[in-house]
């Protein structure tokens, strides 16, 4: 079995999340609150936490969180490249990383992003982005490069459109019930929603994901020592992290039958190959959706479904908790729990698990959490809440 396998764990979790500049606290602040409550959830006291990374370019070097923190010593940080939110899964196989080699025995996974203190998220996307080419065409924003990805695959591959407004009701339903969520106690009006402004054809804006302010951060140790901490562990069991042949900014077009795929698949063959699991053993899918098409894109890749049925599995009523065999999204994803650039997914994934979720999914033993679709390396994550 790979080294991955159910050998580390998530301890704690903790989250701050505020609407879009309206934070009360810098950023450093923001974050040094939800990793002091990541430590409380775990029964951990914060100085001990000797690693931790994040993805993104996040502005938050550890070395400064260390007065906040009381940490005694810090012994490895790292991040996951690129501007995009690609690499949130594979910043827990980073850590993992770094607890089986020896470097580090608790390690804190986190991202913040606070628009008065960083800027907006959008200048550091387009930032990586886009190249030169891009610019010259007109090409100004992320969307854009999206929605060129997104019309490839309905007009080419055959996607109906409508499966895009299917996983947004799924997501705004489930963040309509889960009370930290942006869009809690708010029914989506899909009038509303379908006369919505444009951003760039086919995206209008409730195909958008749309950032907050906040923090959220996790702690992870080795499984053994999580099983002495005060919640049960949710084990990583498996993570993959990168790209293929022919995929990325520099090489837009150059690979017609990627092109307008999200760049899972071969994340999706290694993370499968190394846990022995398939999409049927999967049990709930936390996704990272910048846009709608490139989260269908993204459950396409892993294998949940295929261009010829995606119209059937890619259904409101079978994407919700607790009743469809495929939930999605079930504190509301990006779209509807709130945006900090995407870690919102992967804590919904551990309360998922845990049994703490606002929808829960009955007997949930696995979860999928994937990173930002589109971005030139992604990554993806099986967490379990029990080593089969």
Same mark, same amino acid.
């Not at 580390?8 to 974050?31: C, D, H, K, N």
């Not at 628009?115 to 886009?130: P, T």
């Not at 998922?352 to 033993?365: D, I």
């Given at each position: 079995?790979?080294?991955?396998?159910?050998?580390?764990?998530?301890?704690? !979790?903790?989250?701050?999340?505020?609407?879009?500049? @309206?934070?009360?606290?810098?950023?450093?602040?923001?974050?040094?609150?939800?990793?002091? @409550?990541?430590?409380?959830?775990?029964?951990?006291?914060?100085?001990? $936490?000797?690693?931790?990374?994040?993805?993104?370019?996040?502005?938050?070097?550890?070395?400064?969180?260390?007065?906040?923190?009381?940490?005694?010593?810090?012994?490895?940080?790292? =991040? =996951?490249?690129?501007?995009?939110?690609?690499?949130?899964?594979?910043?827990?196989?980073?850590?993992?990383?770094?607890?089986?080699?020896?470097?580090?025995?608790?390690?804190?996974?986190?991202?913040?992003?606070?628009?008065?203190?960083?800027?907006?998220?959008?200048?550091?996307?387009?930032?990586?982005?886009?190249?030169?080419?891009? /610019?010259?065409?007109? !090409? $100004?924003?992320?969307?854009?490069?999206?929605? !060129?990805?997104?019309?490839?695959?309905?007009?080419?591959?055959?996607?109906?459109?409508?499966?895009?407004?299917?996983?947004?009701?799924?997501?705004?339903?489930?963040?309509? &019930?889960?009370?930290?969520?942006?869009?809690?106690?708010?029914?989506?009006?899909?009038?509303?929603? &379908?006369?919505?402004?444009?951003?760039?054809?086919?995206?209008?804006?409730?195909?958008?994901?749309?950032?907050?302010?906040?923090?959220?951060?996790?702690?992870?140790?080795?499984?053994?020592?999580?099983?002495?901490?005060?919640?049960?562990? $949710?084990?990583?069991?498996?993570?993959?992290?990168?790209?293929?042949?022919?995929?990325?900014?520099? /090489?837009?077009?150059?690979?017609?039958?990627?092109?307008?795929?999200?760049?899972?698949?071969?994340?999706?063959? &290694?993370?499968?190959?190394?846990?022995?699991?398939?999409?049927?053993?999967?049990?709930?899918?936390?996704?990272?959706?910048?846009?709608?098409?490139?989260? $269908?894109?993204?459950?396409?890749?892993?294998?949940?479904?295929?261009?010829?049925?995606?119209?059937?599995?890619?259904?409101?009523?079978?994407?919700?908790?607790?009743?469809?065999?495929?939930?999605?999204?079930?504190?509301?994803?990006?779209?509807?729990?709130?945006?900090?650039?995407?870690?919102?997914?992967?804590?919904?994934?551990?309360?998922?698990?845990?049994?703490?979720?606002?929808?829960?999914?009955?007997?949930? &033993?696995?979860? /999928?959490? @994937?990173?930002?679709?589109?971005?030139?390396?992604?990554?993806?994550?099986?967490?379990?809440?029990?080593?089969?």
């Amino acid at each position: 079995m790979h080294p991955l396998y159910g050998t580390t764990a998530v301890a704690g !979790i903790g989250m701050r999340q505020y609407r879009r500049g @309206a934070s009360p606290l810098p950023e450093q602040g923001v974050l040094a609150e939800a990793i002091r @409550a990541a430590c409380a959830d775990a029964g951990f006291d914060p100085a001990e $936490v000797d690693g931790f990374v994040s993805y993104g370019d996040d502005k938050n070097e550890p070395v400064r969180l260390m007065p906040a923190l009381g940490t005694r010593e810090l012994k490895w940080s790292s =991040v =996951v490249w690129g501007g995009g939110g690609g690499g949130v899964a594979g910043a827990f196989g980073l850590a993992a990383a770094a607890i089986l080699s020896g470097q580090a025995s608790a390690v804190v996974i986190f991202r913040a992003l606070v628009e008065g203190s960083s800027g907006r998220l959008s200048a550091a996307v387009m930032a990586h982005h886009l190249n030169d080419h891009m /610019l010259a065409a007109g !090409i $100004v924003a992320p969307a854009q490069v999206c929605a !060129i990805r997104a019309n490839r695959m309905y007009e080419h591959h055959g996607v109906p459109r409508s499966v895009a407004e299917e996983l947004v009701r799924a997501s705004y339903y489930h963040g309509s &019930r889960n009370p930290e969520a942006v869009a809690y106690g708010t029914e989506l009006d899909l009038e509303e929603m &379908r006369s919505s402004r444009w951003i760039a054809e086919p995206f209008r804006l409730f195909d958008c994901s749309r950032e907050n302010d906040g923090a959220a951060a996790f702690l992870m140790v080795s499984a053994a020592r999580a099983r002495d901490l005060k919640k049960p562990p $949710v084990y990583l069991l498996g993570c993959a992290n990168g790209a293929e042949k022919g995929w990325g900014d520099l /090489l837009e077009n150059d690979d017609e039958a990627l092109y307008p795929t999200a760049g899972f698949r071969p994340i999706a063959r &290694r993370l499968y190959a190394e846990t022995d699991l398939s999409p049927a053993d999967i049990d709930v899918v936390q996704l990272y959706e910048n846009f709608s098409a490139q989260g $269908v894109a993204s459950l396409i890749d892993h294998g949940f479904c295929t261009y010829e049925n995606v119209a059937e599995v890619v259904r409101f009523d079978n994407l919700i908790a607790p009743t469809g065999t495929l939930p999605v999204n079930t504190g509301g994803g990006n779209f509807a729990q709130g945006f900090i650039h995407g870690i919102g997914t992967a804590y919904e994934a551990v309360k998922q698990l845990r049994g703490e979720s606002a929808n829960p999914v009955p007997g949930a &033993r696995t979860c /999928l959490l @994937a990173g930002g679709p589109g971005a030139p390396t992604v990554s993806s994550a099986i967490f379990g809440n029990e080593v089969p």
